[in-house]
């Protein structure tokens, strides 16, 4: 890496010389902080987000360069857990972010949800959602976990 991306990168490599992840240091942050909030939202527990993780993939590489929050309204409670309807807008965003121009040479690269009252994993649900929307094996899940310190662990499946 250049000297001028250690400041602006950070990377994931993946056990036995794996999938490597390149990520923007400023979108983890916006990342971060978006689910440092919505964690404050409640008093115990607070709200569970999620979104669509945008840039390129190149061999073995996958570089995180922005993202887009999912759309959940929530009605099965704070957790992320998607409707049918919610399932619906993600696959419009989807779809729009081919024909969205601050996107452009930009695909979907995987995704990211918060966990607030569980530890870092994925669920079923999660692993469904995973295999519907993002099913090429080099697409990746980042779940995070924040805590009332504003700090947030998180790790990459």
Known sequence: MRQQEENTSGVWRAGGGGLEVEY???????IR???VRSFHQFSRGGLEIGGVLFGTH???????QTWQRIPCRHALGPGFKLTPEDEAELDRLLIASGQDPSLDGLVPV????????????LSDADRRLHARFFPEPWQVAIVFRPARSNS???AFF
């Open 24 to 30: 923007s240091l400023a979108a983890m942050e916006e």
């Open 33 to 35: 902080a978006i689910v």
């Open 58 to 64: 190149e061999g073995g590489v996958v570089r995180v």
């Open 110 to 121: 995987g995704w990211f949800l918060s966990r607030t009252r569980s530890e870092i994993a």
């Open 152 to 154: 947030v662990r998180a």
